[in-house]
Nanobody, 123 residues
Framework: VQLQASGGGLVQAGGSLRLSCAASGRTFSNYGMGWFRQAPGKEREFVAAISWSGDSTSYTDSVKGRFTISRDNAKNTVDLQLSSLKPEDTAVYYC?????????????????WGQGTQVTVSS
């Protein structure tokens, strides 16, 4: 399984970005997917997750109402729409595939990770 994240960049505070993660393999629709982020000097933290069907989602409190996770099982992609960005959202964002079909918050629940895409929000 390979995960390729894209869409990061430099944006001003209040702006928006859309991250996308393309997954290889024919079993993408069987698994939950998630996004994590890691800022310099900090541990990797959970951002958002979505179940295999897309019916269930979960967000960390700091991004609720600003970020939206979605998936397209026909295209093997999972996206993260980032809106109303803040400087504290600056981090490398990683997509990951869970070990099962449901929403998973803990990073230990993910078996495969993408390479990350940098998001930088200027004030």
């Amino acid at each position: 399984v390979q995960l390729q994240a894209s869409g990061g960049g430099l944006v001003q505070a209040g702006g928006s970005l859309r991250l996308s993660c393309a997954a290889s393999g024919r079993t993408f629709s069987n698994y939950g997917m998630g996004w994590f982020r890691q800022a310099p000097g900090k541990e990797r933290e959970f951002v958002a997750a979505i179940s295999w069907s897309g019916d269930s989602t979960s967000y960390t409190d700091s991004v609720k109402g600003r970020f939206t996770i979605s998936r397209d099982n026909a295209k093997n992609t999972v996206d993260l729409q980032l809106s109303s960005l803040k400087p504290e959202d600056t981090a490398v964002y990683y997509c990951a595939r869970a070990g099962g079909p449901f929403v998973v918050v803990a990073p230990e629940g993910y078996r495969y990770w993408g390479q990350g895409t940098q998001v930088t929000v200027s004030s």
